[in-house]
């Protein structure tokens, strides 16, 4: 199972980037995908993530209101909307996998399986 983050890259505050997670070896939509972030020097920050069904579970307040996981199954790939950038938001972003079970909440954190290659964001002026 490998994920590969992408569309990562630079961004003034307030622009918007993209992110894609897509797979080699399986299909997504039969799993559940989620999004973390990491910055150097702070601890792994949970993001969000997704399950096959679509039903979302945000893991931190941070991002509220800016940040929108979504899924396209026919393109095989999961996506992090990620709006109205700030420097704080500056990170290597990571997609993984784990079980499909909305009774966890954010304790999904705890089951991940897999994660890939992340995908560099940097915000600043």
């Known amino acids: 199972v490998q994920l590969q983050a992408s569309g990562g890259g630079s961004a003034q505050p307030g622009e918007s980037l993209r992110l894609s997670c897509t797979t080699s070896?399986?299909?997504?939509?039969?799993?559940?995908i989620g999004w973390f972030r990491q910055a150097p020097g702070k601890e792994r920050e949970k993001i969000s993530w997704i399950s096959i069904s679509d039903d979302i579970t945000e893991c931190t307040d941070s991002v509220k209101d800016r940040f929108i996981i979504s899924r396209d199954n026919a393109k095989n790939t999961v996506y992090l909307q990620m709006n109205n950038l700030k420097p704080e938001d500056t990170a290597a972003y990571y997609c993984?996998?784990?079980?499909?079970?909305?009774?966890?909440?954010?304790?999904?954190?705890?089951?991940?399986?897999?994660w890939g290659q992340g995908t560099q964001v940097t915000v600043s002026s």
């Open positions: 070896g399986f299909t997504l939509d039969v799993h559940a």
């Open positions: 993984a996998t784990g079980p499909n079970n909305l009774k966890l909440g954010c304790a999904w954190w705890n089951f991940v399986g897999s």
